[in-house]
């Protein structure tokens, strides 16, 4: 029927509508016929049009578009059937994150037409579109309720009057303008992350704190290195344009973790600047080594949000995989770290980076006493980043 809808509209001719039923399942189901006649399809109202064309595929819906004007805009704003086929089409990032980039992109066409463009631009391999990539990183740096345990409590008035009576704001913390947010107990190696955190807000707590987990083995390709350490950068950057008072520290992983940049103020120039400096370890790869290294640089600073951020092909024997659910399950539980898998690299382990994080959202959920299912995929979430096509 919706083939004949554009046969008959790209000729010119009238389509009469002869029959309108309604089915049992309550859809109503209509018949063309072709002929010539006042009843002219394009008089009908937007929705009849709509029902004709859910069937047609992206090559046909555009082509209906090039008809006339009104096939144009109802074309353009048929949202359900161009979700839809997006869906269809890449069905492997969550709908959540789609549902965002639409809007990112400006609707769903718009990121069908993205996404198109996108894949021709970087076959053989698959990565996200630009909107894709901002929807991401809003998600990551999202600020989320968590459970009491990991609110700091403090009187709003009182808070304010130290704000407003507070000297002028100074880069670097534990100087004498400003008290540092980092607990007087840490010592050790976990000091040493924060050794160059600059900071340039006036608040005694971070807003968000970030630590970036970054797979530097053998096994991860020269342009998936720059693709990881330029998704890093595109975090920073985000954070920036909030203005919220964040850091984000940098760690490479092979068989040992190494701290390439401890939690810096994003508001810092040098933190852009590691991220395009870094170079690759090479190596073999130990997941719950970095995972552990990031929950430690976390716990360190008292920020209202905490985010692990894991780049990874996630290839690791099933050990080592639990003993990285184990890792990430107790940062979530004690300190409320949000943990975000991106696979990247040839053959992903998609099935054990997503228990990684399912991990950290399940304690979330026990937290808020929810089920992890119904948590937005602001509490944690496995990323498609870069992968090849088969």
Not at 1 to 9: I, N, P, Q, R
Not at 124 to 135: F, K
Not at 231 to 236: E, H, I, N, T, Y
Not at 359 to 367: K, M
């Amino acid at each position: 029927m919706a083939s004949l809808l554009v046969e008959a509209t790209a000729r010119g001719e009238a389509p009469r509508i002869g029959l309108c039923e309604i089915g049992k399942d309550a859809e109503a189901s209509c018949v063309l016929s072709l002929c010539s006649g006042p009843e002219n399809v394009t008089r009908l109202p937007d929705d009849i049009i709509s029902c004709f064309i859910q069937s047609l595929s992206a090559r046909d819906l555009v082509n209906l578009e090039l008809v006339n004007r009104r096939m144009k805009h109802v074309v353009q704003n048929d949202s359900l059937r161009w979700r839809q086929i997006v869906m269809s089409h890449w069905a492997t990032q969550p709908f959540e994150l789609m549902q965002l980039a639409s809007v990112h992109a400006g609707g769903w066409r718009r990121l069908f037409l993205e996404k198109m463009i996108t894949d021709k631009t970087t076959r053989p391999w698959l990565s996200p579109s630009v909107s894709e990539l901002d929807a991401m990183v809003e998600l990551i740096v999202k600020d989320v309720p968590l459970a009491p345990q990991f609110l700091f409590e403090q009187d709003s008035a009182s808070a304010e009057a130290r704000i407003s009576s507070s000297p002028p704001r100074s880069p670097v913390l534990g100087s004498p303008n400003r008290p540092s947010p980092l607990r007087s107990s840490t010592t050790g190696s976990i000091a040493a992350d924060f050794a160059f955190l600059n900071h340039s807000a006036r608040r005694e707590t971070l807003d968000v704190a970030v630590s970036v987990v970054i797979d530097g083995s053998s096994s991860v390709t020269n342009a998936s290195f720059y693709a990881m350490s330029a998704f890093a950068s595109s975090v920073a950057s985000a954070l920036q344009r909030t203005g919220q008072d964040a850091a984000v520290g940098v760690i490479q992983f092979n068989q040992q973790p190494r701290v390439e940049l401890p939690l810096t103020s994003v508001h810092a120039g040098l933190l852009q600047q590691q991220l395009c400096s870094l170079e690759q370890l090479m190596g073999s790869t130990n997941v719950p080594a970095a995972v552990q290294r990031g929950v430690d640089m976390l716990s360190g600073v008292e920020a209202r949000s905490r985010v692990l951020l894991l780049l990874t092909d996630g290839h690791v024997r099933l050990s080592e995989r639990q003993l990285a659910e184990t890792c990430a399950a107790k940062g979530a539980q004690k300190l409320g770290v949000r943990v975000f898998a991106l696979g990247i690299g040839r053959d992903i382990d998609i099935s054990g980076l997503g228990h990684i994080v399912s991990a950290a959202r399940s304690e979330h959920a026990v937290s808020l006493r929810q089920q992890a299912d119904f948590l937005p995929l602001s509490y944690g979430a496995y990323f498609m980043l870069r992968t090849k096509i088969n």
